[in-house]
């Protein structure tokens, strides 16, 4: 995997203590077996990025699985002319994945890039759905948890285009309210489709 943030296998971290325990107690890795977890953990990349590090480009045919340590990812899709729009963030507890277009045999149809500075553990696409193959409950658990994100993520295209301003940020201060304080005014402002003075002046106002 070839990334630009630091990158180092897990049991040869600094804090591989710390990491270690971040990752077992991941909510997308509840419930593994001691077994499983030592079936896995040998596979597993830690990355340490900067604020705004691209973790991986649109269109990328090699594809990885992310479970985030710390910090917040965002999910970005770009159109020819540069134009981005944030379809979703993802914090700690939660994972970044292109397992769809991974399955389906589609280049990687978003960027991942880091909004705070970031920890996550991760390894290929290839290899986790290898483990998830020989893990039914799990492998159920993590496919539904990769539909509920696109259900999220196609309510939140709609309400672009249904909710005024005030009613987006509503909308998002109450699916992610522990997010809210933590986001940088201009990511805010760019996954709601606003500019990040209209954000400033609407809460100027008073209006959200």
């Not at 002319?81 to 277009?101: C, H, N, P, Q, V």
């Not at 993590?142 to 285009?161: A, G, K, N, P, Y």
Request: hydrophobic share 40%; net charge neutral.
């Amino acid at each position: 995997m070839e990334m630009g943030p630091d990158m180092t296998t897990l049991v040869d971290h600094p804090e591989l203590n710390e990491v270690r325990l971040q990752v077992k107690r991941h909510q997308s890795l509840l419930g593994l077996s001691e077994e499983d977890y030592a079936a896995l953990e040998p596979h597993l990349e830690i990355i340490d990025a900067r604020k705004g590090d691209l973790l991986r480009n649109q269109g990328a045919r090699d594809m990885v699985q992310y479970f985030v340590l710390n910090g917040i990812l965002k999910r970005v899709v770009s159109n020819p002319a540069g134009k981005e729009m944030i379809l979703r963030f993802s914090d700690e507890s939660d994972m970044e994945t292109s397992y769809a277009a991974w399955r389906t045999g589609t280049p990687m149809p978003y960027a991942i890039v880091s909004v705070t500075k970031v920890r996550v553990a991760c390894l290929p696409l290839e290899q986790w759905a290898a483990f998830l193959d020989q893990r039914a409950t799990l492998k159920q658990r993590f496919e539904l948890s990769v539909m509920e994100v696109m259900t999220e993520i196609m309510s939140h295209i709609i309400t672009l285009h249904l909710l005024d301003a005030p009613g987006r940020f509503q909308r998002f201060v109450r699916k992610h309210p522990d997010m809210l304080k933590r986001l940088p005014q201009k990511e805010l402002a760019s996954y709601l489709n606003l500019a990040p003075e209209t954000l400033s002046r609407l809460k100027r106002s008073g209006k959200i």
